[in-house]
């Protein structure tokens, strides 16, 4: 056999069979998505174990077969995709707002902010990354990240400071932002 025979073998037996194994798939399969996905494995697998395919009628049969095992596998999957989003709603329902994580005032003057401040200030204070970790994130340089993060310390103290809060609760750097805002 040439090396053009199993591509022409496999055209034709493609050719032949797709609209059977289309008609089959489509018929057991309730999204058009999962009804393409379950075509294009079927016909991979064909492809992969051309070898082992009868030949006549008796493809298409081994089609159907190899279709029904996809199916059973792509179900099996949808269900596990189904249980595990189930299972992430359920444990992202717990948590609270982010800006409601910090206490009190603080979580309220955080609120405030913009939501890039928001992300630099979380990535420093809950992810607790450096600067050059923040900037790999981000996709800026060191120094970029630096003056950002310089910038949104000084936007939360003004906003806490706008809040009457005592920013000798929060250090010395904190009094010292707010000054530098005034």
Same mark, same amino acid.
């Given at each position: 056999?040439? %090396?053009?025979?199993? =591509? =022409? ?5 493609? *050719? ?9 798939? /489509? =018929? ?15 016909? *991979? *697998? %064909? ?11 008796? @493809? ?13 596998? /792509?179900?099996?999957?949808? +269900?596990?995709? *189904? #249980? ?8 992202? !329902? ?5 800006? +409601?994580?910090?206490?009190?005032? &603080?979580?309220? !003057?955080?609120?405030?902010?913009? $939501? $890039? ?20 994130? &981000?996709?800026? +340089?060191?120094? !970029?990240?630096?003056?950002?993060? /310089?910038?949104?310390?000084? =936007? &939360? ?9 005592? &920013? ?5 750097? #904190?009094?010292?932002? @707010?000054?530098?805002?005034?």
């Amino acid at each position: 056999m040439g %090396a053009a025979d199993p =591509r =022409r073998r496999f055209e034709e037996l493609y *050719t032949e069979h797709y609209a059977a194994v289309s008609a089959y798939v /489509h =018929r057991r399969t309730d999204h058009p998505d999962d009804t393409a996905d379950v075509i294009a494995e079927t016909f *991979t *697998t %064909a492809w992969r174990r051309l070898g082992d395919m009868p030949n006549g009628d008796a @493809a298409r049969l081994w089609l159907y077969g190899v279709a029904r095992r996809v199916l059973a596998n /792509h179900r099996r999957g949808e +269900s596990r995709r *189904t #249980a595990l989003a189930q299972r992430l709603r359920e444990e992202l !329902a717990d948590w609270n707002d982010p800006a +409601s994580r910090a206490p009190g005032a &603080l979580g309220e !003057a955080f609120a405030r902010l913009s $939501d $890039d401040d928001r992300e630099l200030l979380a990535l420093v204070g809950w992810e607790e990354l450096g600067t050059s970790e923040i900037a790999k994130v &981000l996709g800026c +340089s060191r120094m !970029a990240v630096r003056q950002r993060l /310089h910038r949104a310390r000084k =936007r &939360l103290a003004a906003e806490l400071a706008a809040l009457d809060e005592d &920013l000798d609760r929060y250090g010395v750097r #904190a009094v010292k932002l @707010a000054k530098e805002n005034a």
